[in-house]
């Protein structure tokens, strides 16, 4: 766009106008979603789920699952998928009323993203007066919408992994919690490991494993059922579907044909290494990057480094959902310290138009077409990229330090 002698201000005001163009219809969709308050079927499950501990049963039996929904009037839910660890800390929320503990729920998980949002504030350090609508604009956008309609989990998980980036060696622990939780923020231990912050590696790995084996103690059948048969089915199932955005899934759904989408070019086997090759290279350059600025130091690098192995994360899982994109505010907040930059501003405002647009992925699901599924696999391959932009500044000056280059922001 630039080589056509085009203006990088216009482009740049081009690309706002289209990120507001995408954004306004949100607020009405989410509006129109959450009031009155939404079914929350993920919390339903969650909650089915520890009353089935509770009772002696398993959460991931679908007969138990339909008896007790049925029971306790919670009309949408979906299959329980977790470790039986979260049901088990949500038995003291199953003893009430659905209704009231669903109600819990929302408030709880509005607050974990308030709160996460309170954290990140010193990292953007934009005043109360702007940063305040920042935050109305914040639950208007996609991935927070859907969190909150579907009663997931993310907002908590938000909440621990942007604890233990602005934290010390004790908040890492948080890190492992949301481990424990879910399996896939246990990557973040690698910030850790390759920074040479070995307490903090121990506080994650520890928290982790603690709450891992006492959830495995306490539920031994459940625990067993989940690593043999849930986990695995569960990327069989929804590898190709529509809306998962790893990797596997985009170049599935380019190289395989399915009855939701006409691929590129019908070759399974190409999509299968494409898969392999595009994350390797993924992890292979960010653990490239992260071994370049083992020795970096300043208030933005440790938040840094977490949001390029967020970012790497949620390209190569199995499974990506859109509501995973809450975590991405960690690295917006990162890269808006940046977004003097040329090249970065232009990174992360071409990432908002395609995250923004891949919220409408269902209406452009007729024409069956795998680049309007794609969308933010692409824009979160922006973000990453932008990221190690900014990060080459810390590798440099790691390399040859430099009395005047004090932050990010100097690229």
């Known amino acids: 766009m630039l080589r056509s002698g085009r203006n990088p201000e216009?482009?740049?005001?081009?690309l706002g106008a289209l990120i507001l163009l995408l954004f306004a219809p949100g607020v009405y969709l989410t509006l129109a979603d959450l009031t009155p308050a939404p079914h929350q079927e993920d919390f339903?499950?969650?909650?089915?789920?520890?009353?089935?501990?509770?009772?002696g049963e398993s959460p991931f039996d679908a007969s138990v699952a339909a008896r007790l929904a049925l029971t306790a009037g919670v009309e949408h839910h979906s299959p329980y998928i977790y470790p039986p660890l979260l049901a088990l800390l949500l038995r003291p929320l199953a003893a009430l009323p659905y209704s009231a503990a669903a109600a819990v729920?929302?408030?709880?998980?509005?607050?974990?993203?308030?709160?996460?949002?309170?954290?990140?504030?010193p990292f953007v350090q934009l005043p109360w007066r702007i940063y305040g609508w920042v935050c109305v604009a914040v639950l208007f956008l996609p991935p927070v919408h859907h969190t909150l309609q579907h009663g997931q989990i993310t907002h908590f998980l938000l909440l621990l992994i942007v604890s233990g980036a602005a934290g010390g060696a004790r908040a890492a622990a948080w890190v492992g919690i949301a481990a424990a939780l879910k399996v896939f923020p246990a990557t973040l231990a690698?910030?850790?490991?390759?920074?040479?912050?070995?307490?903090?590696?121990?506080a994650t790995v520890a928290s982790a494993v603690i709450l891992t084996i006492a959830g495995a103690l306490a539920e031994p059948a459940a625990t067993a059922d989940f690593v043999r048969r849930v986990g695995p089915e569960l990327a069989v199932e929804r590898r190709l579907a529509p809306n998962n955005q790893s990797v596997e899934a985009v170049t599935a759904r380019w190289f395989e044909t399915h009855w939701f989408v006409t691929p590129v070019v019908d070759a399974p086997i190409a999509g299968r290494l494409a898969a392999y090759l595009v994350t390797l290279a993924v992890v292979g350059v960010t653990f490239w990057m992260l071994v370049s600025i083992r020795r970096a130091d300043g208030a933005m690098v440790q938040p840094g480094r977490f949001s390029l192995v967020l970012a790497a994360t949620l390209m190569v899982s199995p499974i990506v959902w859109?509501?995973?994109y809450v975590l991405l505010l960690l690295p917006l907040a990162v890269l808006y310290r940046s977004a003097a930059d040329r090249t970065v501003r232009m990174?992360?405002?071409c990432a908002g138009v395609l995250l923004l647009a891949h919220r409408y992925w269902p209406l452009t699901f007729a024409m069956k077409s795998p680049v309007f599924m794609s969308e933010g696999f692409f824009g979160v391959v922006l973000l990453w990229i932008a990221l190690l932009k900014v990060l080459s500044y810390d590798r440099v000056c790691a390399v040859r330090p430099s009395p005047s280059a004090t932050s990010p922001s100097a690229i």
């Open 10 to 14: 216009t482009v740049n005001r081009i």
């Open 44 to 55: 339903g499950a969650y909650y089915i789920a520890a009353r089935a501990l509770g009772n």
């Open 105 to 121: 729920w929302f408030g709880l998980s509005a607050a974990a993203l308030l709160a996460s949002l309170w954290l990140l504030r």
């Open 190 to 202: 690698g910030v850790y490991a390759l920074s040479g912050r070995m307490a903090a590696l121990v």
């Open 322 to 324: 859109d509501h995973y």
């Open 347 to 349: 990174l992360l405002l």
